[in-house]
T-cell receptor, first 110, second 113 residues
Framework: QQQVKQSPQSLIVQKGGISIINCAYE??????FPWYQQFPGKGPALLIA?????SEKKEGRFTISFNKSAKQFSLHIMDSQPGDSATYFC?????????FGTGTRLQVFP | EAGVVQSPRYKIIEKKQPVAFWCNPI?????LYWYLQNLGQGPELLIR????????DSQLPKDRFSAERLKGVDSTLKIQPAELGDSAVYLC???????????FGPGTRLTVL
């Protein structure tokens, strides 16, 4: 019940395309859903986050869509750029603890 | 503003040897976390400190792992003795409080031979 399931494991997108990463959870007590971006040799960095009382949040090219009834949330990267190539992790917070998904390796080709 | 500092960045040891990792959090951050990140996986929490108190160490394998955060600032994570399966990246993160944004350091990549 503490798991966060993330898909796909890897994603290849053409420059200018839309990248979509999906996550699902079971624990309805989770109260905060962040997405992290990690480059090789670096620690994860917060990209964007949402709370369960909001269905969508947009920051620049990055959008989180949240479906509370389905217990699913997704990250959309519009106009994907080669600089977006990284590993993306969804996460969910419960009892002051972040539970991370298994990650999606995104490659954006010119 | 300086980020979370970790050292060493890389460590290679023989199995059964001890190893220690050091973390200096962002100034003013009361909450400090140690995470384990296996290859191709997301970070998993090992221990969380509020100031100098370990408030969540339920996932820390206490037979071989230990941690301390003296004076509520820097922290050290130790493994003794190391096993082959401990090869991973050990991440330190800090935040103002338990419900604030976590800032991660670059990690220490441990290889146990």
């Amino acid at each position: 019940q503490q798991q966060v399931k993330q898909s796909p494991q890897s994603l290849i997108v053409q420059k200018g395309g839309i990248s979509i990463i999906n996550c699902a959870y079971e624990n309805t007590a989770f109260d905060y859903f962040p997405w992290y971006q990690q480059f090789p040799g670096k620690g994860p960095a917060l990209l964007i986050a949402i709370r369960p009382d909001v269905s969508e949040k947009k920051e620049g090219r990055f959008t989180i869509s949240f479906n509370k009834s389905a217990k699913q949330f997704s990250l959309h990267i519009m106009d994907s750029q080669p600089g977006d190539s990284a590993t993306y992790f969804c996460a969910a917070r419960g009892a002051d603890k972040l539970i991370f998904g298994t990650g999606t390796r995104l490659q954006v080709f010119p | 503003e300086a980020g979370v500092v970790q050292s060493p960045r890389y460590k290679i040891i023989e199995k059964k040897q001890p190893v220690a990792f050091w973390c200096n959090p962002i100034s003013g951050h009361n909450t400090l976390y140690w995470y384990l990140q296996n290859l191709g996986q997301g970070p998993e929490l090992l221990i969380r400190y509020e100031n100098e108190e370990a408030v969540d160490d339920s996932q820390l394998p206490k037979d071989r792992f230990s941690a301390e955060r003296l004076k509520g600032v820097d922290s050290t994570l130790k493994i003794q003795p190391a096993e082959l399966g401990d090869s991973a990246v050990y991440l330190c993160a800090s935040s103002l409080g338990p419900n604030n944004e976590q800032f991660f350091g670059p990690g220490t990549r441990l290889t146990v031979l």
